[in-house]
T-cell receptor, first 112, second 112 residues
Framework: QKEVEQNSGPLSVPEGAIASLNCTYSDRGSQSFFWYRQYSGKSPELIMSIYSNGDKEDGRFTAQLNKASQYVSLLIRDSQPSDSATYLCAVNSGGSNYKLTFGKGTLLTVNP | DTAVSQTPKYLVTQMGNDKSIKCEQNLGHDTMYWYKQDSKKFLKIMFSYNNKELIINETVPNRFSPKSPDKAHLNLHINSLELGDSAVYFC???????????FGQGTRLTVV
């Protein structure tokens, strides 16, 4: 069973701080990794994708991938109350291009 | 313009009924998916279609029958609804080989 693990949280940070979200996955053959943000009652929204080891930055968001450790993370700098949401880690697993396996999500709360 | 649209947004029905959810995407994608998100917010794939062909069926009861009349549409028909079918169902789409999936707004199904 290919799995994606995340700390369920909740993770609470003050406004302006760095929020760090972590994810591990079990399938060493996984090739692509994604972070989705889901506000309560809304659909998941893609915010970052990463395919190779290292860091990828987009605005206040940085995704980090370490395939040797089977670990992917998301850093949110200068956290804003509007960043409060559930963050879902997703992994392209099983060697298939047609399936994403999601973690159970981490609930982030940014306090003003 | 809505990229991935589902109808209806809410569906309340009695046990034993048959119901359908419709999904359409205008992104030109050739792969479409159905995901189920349970009360604990865990998002799990049910089906994947590529160019109208069923690619993934994740051990979903055969009361669930997807139908893809063309690449832009993927409908989900559910027979003999059970209480445990209550969940939010998300349609999503992507290009082949690129699992950056974009989600519809979801259909909240409540079986009473």
């Amino acid at each position: 069973q290919k799995e994606v693990e995340q700390n369920s949280g909740p993770l609470s940070v003050p406004e302006g701080a760095i929020a760090s979200l972590n994810c591990t996955y079990s399938d060493r053959g996984s090739q692509s990794f994604f972070w989705y943000r889901q506000y309560s009652g809304k659909s998941p929204e893609l915010i970052m994708s990463i395919y190779s080891n290292g860091d990828k930055e987009d605005g206040r968001f940085t995704a980090q991938l370490n395939k040797a450790s089977q670990y992917v993370s998301l850093l949110i700098r200068d956290s804003q109350p509007s960043d409060s949401a559930t963050y879902l880690c997703a992994v392209n697993s099983g060697g298939s291009n047609y399936k994403l396996t999601f973690g159970k999500g981490t609930l982030l709360t940014v306090n003003p | 313009d809505t990229a991935v649209s589902q109808t209806p947004k809410y569906l309340v029905t009695q046990m034993g009924n048959d119901k359908s959810i419709k999904c359409e995407q205008n992104l030109g994608h050739d792969t479409m998916y159905w995901y189920k998100q349970d009360s604990k917010k865990f998002l799990k794939i049910m089906f994947s279609y590529n160019n109208k062909e069923l690619i993934i069926n994740e051990t979903v009861p055969n009361r669930f029958s997807p139908k893809s009349p063309d690449k832009a549409h993927l409908n989900l028909h559910i027979n003999s609804l059970e209480l445990g079918d209550s969940a939010v169902y998300f349609c999503a789409s992507s290009y082949t080989g690129d699992t950056e999936a974009f989600f519809g707004q979801g259909t909240r199904l409540t079986v009473v």
